[in-house]
């Protein structure tokens, strides 16, 4: 005779097998804990955010810091979390016999670094600090300029008060800003960068925006004049001036000095040869090709990468903008007020 313990038993295993992997949803249905709105960030996206948050750190350590300076002496001192600083308040070569620093490095005076050092914690430079070659850094913040020698590196951000000036063949990864400049070199590549302008040339600023034609008239004509939009390429022949806003389906072509008074958006390519001017934005699903000595007073973006010719200028000072693609190349003696943002890759052309 057949037990029916066995198709019962059966059935019960069978069951919670079932529901074990419905358990927490069917816990969530009751107790809803996860109904909540989903947690965002806190802070405002600011560039600069990093470094504020390591002058809060080491806030602590000012008054240290400052006898070390009034002294001319180096000391080692700890953060109330019990992290351990090393404090320079001696100006001149900072010549340490290992390669690497494992402590967190705060300067008081003016300090020039030798070659081949590798900070493993953040930097912190009171003064004028002079880089050397193959130097890497894991997170610097200065309160004056700061100078980068050849090849050096920096992993996760840099920020300087004074300029930033960054030698041939150096990588700045994550967040690069300053409040006066950057200079790069050629060989430099980048990820985030803001400064009121950003130089690709070493020694000599590119009065650009003086020389540049007042035509804020044009531009509110064109605002007023709304925009058309293009099924299919379009192609703006030499010398040749278009008023207000376009959009085209297409890929947009610029010959020899073009001018729009107004932006451009194309669901293509985009290619501007020498002497083109933008006075609005360009946007492209793309890729943007900029021959030499244009200017693009506008955000300049890409679905797919831009290449900027040499001197040529995006924004103004007075109206700083936006550069962003996946991929950006720019060529030597160019000018960008505002944010160059790479999102995989940024690199000043050779």
């Not at 912190?124 to 004056?144: E, H, I, P, S």
């Not at 003086?210 to 390429?233: F, H, Q, V, Y």
Request: some cysteine; charged content about 20%; hydrophobic content about 40%.
């Amino acid at each position: 005779m057949m037990s029916v313990w066995a198709p019962l038993a059966l059935t019960a295993t069978t069951g919670v097998m079932i529901a074990i992997p419905l358990a927490p949803a069917l816990m969530e249905v009751f107790q809803r804990r996860d109904a909540s709105p989903l947690p965002t960030r806190k802070d405002d996206g600011n560039i600069r955010n990093f470094a504020r948050a390591f002058r809060r750190y080491i806030e602590p350590l000012r008054p240290e810091l400052a006898a070390c300076a009034e002294s001319n002496s180096i000391m080692e001192t700890r953060l109330p979390n019990g992290a351990y600083a090393l404090l320079v308040g001696k100006a001149g070569v900072y010549d340490v016999p290992e390669d690497k620093v494992q402590t967190l490095v705060l300067f008081a005076k003016q300090c020039t670094l030798t070659e081949n050092l590798v900070f493993t914690q953040d930097v912190y430079a009171g003064n004028v600090l002079y880089g050397g070659r193959r130097n890497a850094f894991r997170a610097l913040l200065g309160d004056n300029d700061i100078y980068l020698a050849e090849e050096s590196c920096v992993l996760r951000w840099l920020h300087a008060e004074g300029k930033i000036v960054v030698g041939q063949l150096s990588r700045l990864f994550g967040r690069v800003s300053s409040e006066e400049a950057i200079y790069l070199s050629p060989g430099c590549s980048f990820e985030r960068m803001h400064a009121p302008t950003i130089f690709t040339s070493i020694g000599s600023e590119l009065d650009l925006a003086s020389a540049a034609p007042e035509t804020k008239p044009l531009a509110e004509e064109a605002r007023r004049l709304g925009r058309s939009r293009i099924n299919g390429d379009l192609h703006l022949g030499s010398g040749e001036m278009l008023l207000g806003n376009i959009i085209v389906t297409g890929s947009i072509h610029m010959d020899e000095r073009t001018r729009i008074f107004g932006s451009a958006k194309g669901n293509g390519d985009i290619h501007l040869r020498d002497q083109v001017e933008v006075q609005g934005s360009l946007v492209s699903t793309r890729t943007i090709h900029i021959a030499s000595n244009c200017s693009v007073r506008g955000p300049l973006l890409a679905e797919n990468e831009i290449i900027i010719g040499a001197g040529t200028q995006i924004g103004t000072p007075g109206s700083p903008t936006s550069v962003s693609a996946p991929r950006i190349r720019i060529s030597r003696d160019c000018a960008v007020h505002g944010t160059l943002w790479a999102r995989v890759e940024g690199r000043v052309e050779e």
